[in-house]
Each structure stands twice: as structure tokens, then as C-alpha cells.
């Protein structure tokens, strides 16, 4: 197959392996700016750095546009077994989670937490801390079943408390928000590591109960975050978007290095190459997200506040993490219609990533598809985890970043747009509501619907 973009890749591919940008961006980010948690110093910073880097590289309408939303701070902590010993164990409270005082409770423990366990054992649950580990696929289930579901299932089955327990040995405590929609969380959620985890396991197997006391001090009050928005304007059809982004909050406990700003940084390389080599016909517009970690703020502020303009999105990239994922595919969220294109523009690229057909709710395209939206990703499709390793603990740094990492997401994606961009047979349309009905109620997914549907009543109680 002739490859009609040769030229175009080789500057593309040419630049951004012999440059080291991407890992210089990476290293202000994470070390200048630190986590760039929704509320610190340095999400700021990191915002209006992104904005003087699309600058340098030559993008138009750069802007930051601000939403309001409800936001958390990291106060004290103290965790201690009260019963059947007495000991204090190191723990963090999850993002979102209420302050609390001598707040007290035995602890239930449910494992990895299969959905149909928090129904079977509701009545063990209630009225105690539930205790589930940070394993993605529970023993039997084929789905990621995310923290918050876990959380949200733990509250409907009557729990006073929440406690997430990291299934990786050696990396502490993970961590992960735990509010409904932007919403404060109703209970206090807290992660501990492995280790004490299973010592509490083991004093469950010995003496039947475990109860502990918990307080907290975290605080919980209004805040402004900031997408950052810059554009290649299209030559010929510039009102037709090719949208590509990535969050640049991390959690507040580390350096969020491969969690996100491998992709912010993977997005702003491809930006900079696009931006120097190429005049695309139409626009290429380049979006990092605020806020993603505690509910997909800014990508959902994004879809609320352009409802009007979204037709104008011919294809979403999402970015998240992508330098440092396992490995670099493309993954289309259920758009089947478009996988012989993505399979053409593989044998052109002479590359051999996978094109995986899945989605899943958490990360910044999912407000988009849930509008309609065509949808993909730079996600691993070949090597997937069993969880997130350091991910969301304080070990994800820089360290390790990979540069190859983050050259083969930026120039992946960087061909990938130009590619949508140019072309003239583009067989996907946006989906219109009942099609995202069907979509997000396909059998695989109605028991999440269910979930989802008792936890907006408990919300709408409580
Ligand atoms: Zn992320």
C-alpha cells in the first residue's frame, strides 16, 4: 500500500525522535509544578504553562476557559484498630472524602469485591466499614469494576465506611476520588496498603472482629479549574474539528508522571510537530482537561458549556496517561464503522498497534460519547494490568517515564489526526441519543446502569 503521507510522516517521526521536548516537558510538569491536584499552586502554573507552550508552538485561540466545581483538601488522618489490639495504621483518606471525628466501626471484609457480593452479603455489610482491595477484575468478572463502583455499592449495601485496600505489595496506599457526579462523598473513604490490609485480614481470621476509629480533617468547599484550549486552524473546512487531549491534574500524593502528564505532555509533542510541518485542512484542536481525577470535571464542563458546537467534532483522541501505558494502540469506543479506516491508516503508518472496539467511563472521553461523540483513544489494547501498579500512589514519578514511551504516543497520535484530518471518506457520523441509549444499556452493561440508577435515588436521599 502506498502511503500518501510519507513525506509528512518522516518530518513528524524525524522530529520527535531526535528531540528530547517531550521529556523536558514532562520534568517541569511533575518536578516545577508537582501534582497539579485541582486547588494547588501548581495547577495554575501548569495550566498557563501548557498555554505558553501552545504559544511557542504556533497554535491560535489559545485560551483557558474556567468552571466552577466543589473541591477537596488533604487535612490529618489518623486511622487506629481499637479492637481486638491497639495500633495506629498509616492510611490517606480518598478525595472526596467528608471530615470526620472519632468516627467508629467494625470492619467487613468483602475481598476484591464482585458486584453480586455487596448484594449477597448487604446484611454482614451494613452499619460497618467495608473493606475491598484495588484489584480492576474482581475473580470472574470480565469488566473493570472502578473504585467508585465499589464505594457507591458499599454505601447502598449499608456501610458507614469505606476502606480501599492497594492489591500491589510495596507501593502503599492508593488512592482515587469517591464522589458521586462533583458531589462530596456521603461516607468516609480511606486506602491502606497491602501489607496492613492483610494484617487486618489475619486479625479478622483470629478474632472474628476488627473495629477501628478514624478521624479526619480534609475540607471540602467551591474552587475554579481551567481547560486549556489551543488551535491549528483547518485551511479549507476550518469549522470541522479533530479534538485531541489529555487531564493535566494529577492526585494530590504524587507526581501523576505517567498518570497524566505522559499524555499531556505525548499531546503538547504532537502539537508541536503539527504545528511546524503541517497545514491540515481542517482544524486540529488541542484540549487539556482539569480536574479529571475527582469526576471528569473539566471534560464534562467542556461538553456542557459547547453543547452547541459539539457536531462540529469529526473525532475525539484521548490521551490520558498515553506515553506511559504498556503499550500504544488505538482504541476506538464501539465504533466498528471505522475500524477498515484505522486498519488502512495501520498499513500505511507500516505500524503494528492494535485497534480495540471497548469503552469504559473513566477517563475525559466519556462525556464526549456519552453526547454522541466519535471517540477513541492512545490506550493499550495488546498489554493490559490486572491494576493500576504505582499508579495513583506516590510512586508514580518520572523515573518511570520512559522517553521512547512518550515519542511512540506523541508521533502515534500526531499521524493518527493528520490522518482524520485529510481524510475524505470519513464513514462515522455521531451517534444520536437513543443510539448512546443503546450503546451504555448493551446487555454487558446493564448491571452497571442498574448501579448507576440506585445510586443517583440513594443521592437524591441522602
Ligand atoms: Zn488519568
Same mark, same amino acid.
Given at each position: 500500500? &502506498?502511503? $500518501?503521507?510519507? *513525506?509528512?510522516?518522516?518530518?513528524?517521526? @524525524?522530529? %520527535?525522535?531526535?528531540?528530547? !521536548?517531550?521529556?523536558?516537558?514532562?520534568?517541569?510538569?511533575?518536578?516545577?509544578?508537582?501534582?497539579?491536584?485541582?486547588?494547588?499552586?501548581?495547577?495554575?502554573?501548569?495550566?498557563?504553562?501548557?498555554?505558553?507552550?501552545?504559544?511557542?508552538?504556533?497554535?491560535?485561540?489559545?485560551?483557558?476557559?474556567?468552571?466552577?466545581?466543589?473541591?477537596?483538601?488533604?487535612?490529618?488522618?489518623?486511622?487506629?484498630?481499637?479492637?481486638?489490639?491497639?495500633?495506629?495504621?498509616?492510611?490517606? &483518606?480518598? $478525595?472526596?472524602? *467528608?471530615?470526620?471525628?472519632?468516627?467508629? @466501626?467494625? %470492619?467487613?471484609?468483602?475481598? !476484591?469485591?464482585?458486584?453480586?457480593?455487596?448484594?449477597?452479603?448487604?446484611?454482614?455489610?451494613?452499619?460497618?466499614?467495608?473493606?475491598?482491595?484495588?484489584?480492576?477484575?474482581?475473580?470472574?468478572?470480565?469488566?473493570?469494576?472502578?473504585?467508585?463502583?465499589?464505594?457507591?455499592?458499599?454505601?447502598?449495601?449499608?456501610?458507614?465506611?469505606?476502606?480501599?485496600?492497594?492489591?500491589?505489595?510495596?507501593?502503599?496506599?492508593?488512592?482515587?476520588?469517591?464522589?458521586?457526579?462533583?458531589?462530596?462523598?456521603?461516607?468516609?473513604?480511606?486506602?491502606?496498603?497491602?501489607?496492613?490490609?492483610?494484617?487486618?485480614?489475619?486479625?479478622?481470621?483470629?478474632?472474628?472482629?476488627?473495629?477501628?476509629?478514624?478521624?479526619?480533617?480534609?475540607?471540602?468547599?467551591?474552587?475554579?479549574?481551567?481547560?486549556?484550549?489551543?488551535?491549528?486552524?483547518?485551511?479549507?473546512?476550518?469549522?470541522?474539528?479533530?479534538?485531541?487531549?489529555?487531564?493535566?491534574?494529577?492526585?494530590?500524593?504524587?507526581?501523576?508522571?505517567?498518570?497524566?502528564?505522559?499524555?499531556?505532555?505525548?499531546?503538547?509533542?504532537?502539537?508541536?510537530?503539527?504545528?511546524?510541518?503541517?497545514?491540515?485542512?481542517?482544524?486540529?484542536?488541542?484540549?487539556?482537561?482539569?480536574?479529571?481525577?475527582?469526576?471528569?470535571?473539566?471534560?464534562?464542563?467542556?461538553?456542557?458549556?459547547?453543547?452547541?458546537?459539539?457536531?462540529?467534532?469529526?473525532?475525539?483522541?484521548?490521551?490520558?496517561?498515553?506515553?506511559?501505558?504498556?503499550?500504544?494502540?488505538?482504541?476506538?469506543?464501539?465504533?466498528?464503522?471505522?475500524?477498515?479506516?484505522?486498519?488502512?491508516?495501520?498499513?500505511?503508518?507500516?505500524?503494528?498497534?492494535?485497534?480495540?472496539?471497548?469503552?469504559?467511563?473513566?477517563?475525559?472521553?466519556?462525556?464526549?460519547?456519552?453526547?454522541?461523540?466519535?471517540?477513541?483513544?492512545?490506550?493499550?489494547?495488546?498489554?493490559?494490568?490486572?491494576?493500576?501498579?504505582?499508579?495513583?500512589?506516590?510512586?508514580?514519578?518520572?523515573?518511570?517515564?520512559?522517553?521512547?514511551?512518550?515519542?511512540?504516543?506523541?508521533?502515534?497520535?500526531?499521524?493518527?489526526?493528520?490522518?482524520?484530518?485529510?481524510?475524505?471518506?470519513?464513514?462515522?457520523?455521531?451517534?444520536?441519543?437513543?443510539?448512546?441509549?443503546?450503546?451504555?444499556?448493551?446487555?454487558?452493561?446493564?448491571?452497571?446502569?442498574?448501579?448507576?440508577?440506585?445510586?443517583?435515588?440513594?443521592?437524591?436521599?441522602?
Amino acid at each position: 500500500m &502506498t502511503n $500518501p503521507h510519507l *513525506p509528512l510522516d518522516q518530518k513528524i517521526l @524525524g522530529d %520527535i525522535y531526535s528531540s528530547r !521536548e517531550a521529556m523536558d516537558n514532562l520534568e517541569v510538569l511533575c518536578d516545577d509544578f508537582g501534582s497539579r491536584f485541582g486547588g494547588t499552586a501548581g495547577e495554575k502554573l501548569a495550566a498557563d504553562f501548557i498555554a505558553t507552550k501552545y504559544k511557542e508552538y504556533g497554535l491560535s485561540n489559545i485560551h483557558l476557559e474556567p468552571f466552577e466545581y466543589l473541591g477537596w483538601e488533604r487535612g490529618d488522618v489518623k486511622l487506629e484498630i481499637i479492637s481486638p489490639v491497639q495500633k495506629e495504621i498509616p492510611c490517606i &483518606t480518598l $478525595p472526596q472524602s *467528608p471530615p470526620i471525628e472519632n468516627f467508629e @466501626g467494625e %470492619i467487613f471484609n468483602i475481598g !476484591e469485591g464482585a458486584p453480586s457480593d455487596f448484594n449477597a452479603k448487604a446484611a454482614q455489610i451494613k452499619g460497618k466499614f467495608l473493606m475491598t482491595n484495588s484489584a480492576l477484575y474482581p475473580k470472574g468478572i470480565k469488566r473493570w469494576v472502578h473504585r467508585s463502583e465499589k464505594y457507591g455499592r458499599s454505601l447502598l449495601a449499608g456501610a458507614i465506611g469505606f476502606i480501599f485496600v492497594n492489591h500491589y505489595p510495596g507501593y502503599g496506599p492508593a488512592t482515587g476520588g469517591i464522589g458521586w457526579e462533583g458531589e462530596a462523598a456521603l461516607a468516609p473513604g480511606i486506602s491502606i496498603a497491602k501489607e496492613d490490609g492483610d494484617f487486618i485480614q489475619r486479625l479478622l481470621k483470629k478474632h472474628g472482629s476488627v473495629k477501628i476509629r478514624l478521624t479526619s480533617t480534609d475540607t471540602i468547599s467551591p474552587k475554579i479549574s481551567w481547560n486549556i484550549v489551543g488551535d491549528l486552524p483547518g485551511t479549507e473546512k476550518p469549522d470541522e474539528i479533530i479534538l485531541m487531549g489529555s487531564h493535566y491534574d494529577g492526585h494530590d500524593i504524587s507526581q501523576g508522571a505517567s498518570d497524566p502528564a505522559s499524555g499531556v505532555v505525548s499531546v503538547l509533542e504532537a502539537a508541536r510537530v503539527l504545528g511546524k510541518h503541517v497545514k491540515l485542512p481542517r482544524t486540529i484542536r488541542f484540549v487539556m482537561w482539569g480536574v479529571e481525577e475527582i469526576g471528569l470535571l473539566g471534560s464534562n464542563a467542556y461538553v456542557r458549556d459547547h453543547a452547541d458546537d459539539l457536531h462540529k467534532i469529526r473525532f475525539y483522541l484521548n490521551m490520558d496517561a498515553a506515553g506511559g501505558a504498556p503499550s500504544k494502540d488505538i482504541n476506538l469506543h464501539a465504533w466498528d464503522v471505522l475500524q477498515e479506516t484505522f486498519e488502512g491508516y495501520r498499513e500505511e503508518m507500516a505500524l503494528d498497534f492494535a485497534i480495540g472496539q471497548t469503552f469504559h467511563s473513566a477517563s475525559d472521553h466519556f462525556p464526549f460519547l456519552k453526547a454522541g461523540v466519535i471517540t477513541g483513544g492512545v490506550e493499550p489494547v495488546r498489554q493490559t494490568r490486572s491494576g493500576r501498579g504505582y499508579g495513583h500512589t506516590q510512586f508514580d514519578t518520572v523515573d518511570k517515564v520512559e522517553i521512547q514511551g512518550l515519542r511512540d504516543a506523541a508521533s502515534l497520535a500526531a499521524r493518527i489526526v493528520l490522518r482524520v484530518a485529510h481524510e475524505k471518506n470519513w464513514p462515522a457520523t455521531p451517534r444520536d441519543t437513543s443510539a448512546v441509549d443503546e450503546l451504555l444499556n448493551q446487555p454487558s452493561r446493564t448491571e452497571v446502569q442498574a448501579y448507576l440508577a440506585k445510586m443517583e435515588e440513594y443521592h437524591s436521599q441522602n
